[in-house]
Antibody, heavy 117, light 111 residues
Framework: QVQLQESGPGLVKPSETLSLTCTVS????????WSWIRQPAGKGLEWIGR???????NYNPSLKSRVTMSVDTSKNQFSLKLSSVTAADTAVYYC???????????WGQGTMVTVSS | QSVLTQPPSASGTPGQRVTISCSGS????????VYWYQQLPGTAPKLLIY???QRPSGVPDRFSGSKSGTSASLAISGLRSEDEADYYC????????????FGGGTKLTVL
């Protein structure tokens, strides 16, 4: 059973870069689509972007200028970097696995990131 | 403002059938699959319906999905207290370079 676990700093200062990693256990990272989704407290889900194991990416147009995703198959991990963060980026961040490019079959438990000085 | 439109709330009594709607456009629901996710309080979302009307293994057949044109619906029959959760629809949107769009979510209350 594939499981996902997000990790990274829980507190990031405004204007800095948020960096998160998703570690995959119980299976290979290959041949799946890997996404990041976030959810501000009390609000809905927002797709940040996805990366395929080949390295090809798609990003949310509203975040595209600030987002970078990468995958490290040797470590079974994929990562998110979001630059120039503001308080509006405070949210629970989830990583997700999709067999299809538009699906999230498995989700991590989520990690809370707060942007504050 | 979400790209897909869902009612913010829905409710029903145990045993009832409830439906949750999801409205989009030709660039998303009208031309791509619809997915539904269930988020129980304090937990991560879970895939409930994929490719419009398919259930992953382990999802009870009380849950069903349908799509017509630029709208989709999630139906829950034989409502149970444990179905109280937030439900989100999602679809790929072909506009711009392509991206996943979500509905704003519907909070289902079991009375």
């Amino acid at each position: 059973q594939v499981q996902l676990q997000e990790s990274g700093p829980g507190l990031v200062k405004p204007s800095e870069t948020l960096s998160l990693t998703c570690t995959v256990s119980g299976g290979s990272i290959s041949s799946y689509y890997w996404s990041w989704i976030r959810q501000p407290a009390g609000k809905g889900l927002e797709w940040i972007g996805r990366i395929y194991t080949s390295g090809s990416t798609n990003y949310n147009p509203s975040l595209k200028s600030r987002v970078t995703m990468s995958v490290d198959t040797s470590k079974n991990q994929f990562s998110l970097k979001l630059s120039s963060v503001t308080a509006a980026d405070t949210a629970v961040y989830y990583c997700g696995l999709g067999v299809a490019p538009d699906a999230f079959d498995i989700w991590g438990q989520g990690t809370m990131v707060t942007v504050s000085s | 403002q979400s790209v897909l439109t869902q009612p913010p709330s829905a409710s029903g009594t145990p045993g009832q059938r409830v439906t949750i709607s999801c409205s989009g456009s030709s660039s998303n629901i009208g031309s791509n699959y619809v997915y539904w996710y269930q988020q129980l309080p304090g937990t991560a979302p879970k895939l409930l319906i994929y490719r419009n009307n398919q259930r992953p293994s382990g999802v009870p057949d009380r849950f069903s999905g349908s799509k017509s044109g630029t709208s989709a619906s999630l139906a829950i029959s034989g409502l149970r207290s444990e179905d109280e959760a937030d439900y989100y629809c999602a679809a790929w949107d072909d506009s711009l370079s392509g991206w996943v769009v979500f509905g704003g979510g519907t909070k289902l209350t079991v009375l």
